[in-house]
């Protein structure tokens, strides 16, 4: 598969978690996709995004590589779900570590806006350390938050390393329960 075909292919099926990818599809487009990460991050933060906001853009420019490498693994014979599983502990580290650094400041205000059960669901973490602050001191509600936030970057991290390393493996020969192979001419 040569560099503008593997562009191609992703692009159009930069949604699609279907189907399986060869490993030239896989690598060809990393690469690209990062750049388009790195791109799209460094505009939000050039035009001045909040935090949220900077990682929300990097995370849609990041859906056509979680695609590929979720249709990756499924060509090894995978579950794709692996390609994702190893991002939610880096976004739980990320709120635990966030929420570490505002402790502090945010442990005495009052946002009524958070009264909505959802945010109250996404900012769990940050509660919990809050209360904790409010009980034990704010240095005590950081360390927690930090030694919560170190065992979720190793988890990331192991689980990055397996998911990564099954990207390495040759395709299943023939169809499996994904699909036909990549590399194989239909008949």
């Avoid at 487009?29 to 050039?46: D, R, S």
């Avoid at 599983?85 to 929420?99: K, N, R, T």
């Avoid at 940050?126 to 409010?134: D, M, S």
């Avoid at 919560?148 to 390393?165: D, E, K, Q, W, Y």
Wanted: charged share 10%; aromatic share 14%; net charge positive.
């Amino acid at each position: 598969m040569k560099f503008g075909d593997a562009m191609r292919t992703c692009l159009l099926r930069g949604l699609s978690f279907r189907g399986r990818s060869s490993r030239a599809e896989f690598f060809k487009f990393l690469p690209f996709g990062i750049g388009i990460c790195v791109i799209v991050g460094a505009f939000a933060v050039w035009r001045d995004f909040t935090l949220p906001g900077v990682l929300l853009s990097v995370f849609c420019a990041a859906v056509p590589i979680l695609a590929v490498w979720w249709r990756r693994l499924q060509d090894v014979g995978i579950a794709g779900i692996h390609a994702i599983l190893p991002w939610v502990a880096f976004f739980y580290a990320l709120v635990f570590g966030w929420a570490a650094t505002q402790a502090g400041p945010l442990l005495n205000v009052d946002y009524p806006e958070w009264r909505n059960p959802m945010v109250l669901i996404l900012m769990f973490p940050l509660g919990v350390i809050g209360y904790l602050g409010n009980v034990f001191g704010t240095f005590v509600g950081q360390m927690i938050a930090i030694f919560v936030a170190l065992p979720l970057i190793i988890l990331f991290l192991v689980r990055l390393s397996f998911a990564t390393g099954q990207v390495l493996l040759p395709s299943l020969p023939g169809p499996n329960k994904y699909g036909p192979n990549p590399n194989e001419v239909p008949q």
